[in-house]
């Protein structure tokens, strides 16, 4: 069975920054990427970040140089820091295994369509 639970969303101020947390289980990091994704209000979900086993990383264009993804194999957990929060990260972040659908931009999306409560990250400016 499939679990995710995401945790470190809080409040930040403009410039700010946060350490999500993941902890899943039930898959391998070795079958499948690990992704971030966020849901703004109104908005509909996108894919953030994800990293591969052998640590091949995406990043969305937005967060490109200011969010790290990383994992803990032996803890079954990946991280998210994000730095140089602004409001337009304001969100609640998932976290989900992974694939990659071929389109122009790769567009990720969830291997089993199951999400876990996800953590909310405000951004006040």
């Known amino acids: 069975e499939v679990q995710l639970v995401e945790s470190g969303g809080d409040l930040v101020h403009l410039g700010g920054s946060l350490r999500l947390s993941c902890a899943y289980s039930?898959?391998?990091?070795?079958?499948?990427?690990v992704g971030w994704f966020r849901q703004a209000p109104g908005k509909e979900r996108e894919g953030v970040s994800s990293?591969?086993?052998?640590?091949?990383?995406y990043y969305e264009d937005t967060v490109k140089g200011r969010f790290i993804i990383s994992s803990d194999y032996a803890k079954k957990t990946v991280y998210l820091q994000m730095n140089s929060l602004n409001p337009e990260d304001t969100a609640v972040y998932y976290c989900?295994?992974?694939?990659?659908?071929?389109?122009?931009?790769?567009?990720?999306?969830?291997?089993?369509?199951?999400w876990g409560q996800g953590t909310q990250v405000t951004v006040s400016s």
């Open positions: 989900a295994p992974t694939y990659f659908v071929q389109t122009v931009p790769p567009r990720m999306v969830n291997a089993f369509n199951i």
């Open positions: 039930g898959f391998s990091l070795d079958d499948y990427n």
């Open positions: 990293i591969r086993s052998d640590g091949t990383t």
